[in-house]
């Protein structure tokens, strides 16, 4: 399986996504929909970036 690197796009998805549930689990910032869904957040996060590693035009 060959990979390459994410789009800019995809990659900043997922940063932003990532930065956010920190936030959230950190800081105690209440965001509606996330809060006490953290950990299925940040595994959607990664499963984006992954995705964008593996399958071309992501």
Known sequence: MGL????IITFMLSVILTVIVLMSKWFGA???GLT????????GS??????GCMV???
Not at 4 to 7: F, H, I, L, Q, R
């Open 36 to 43: 006490g869904n953290e950990s299925w957040a940040m595994l």
């Open 4 to 7: 390459k690197a994410p789009g």
């Open 46 to 51: 990664y499963t984006l970036l992954m995705l």
């Open 56 to 58: 071309r035009g992501m």
């Open 30 to 32: 209440e965001i509606p």
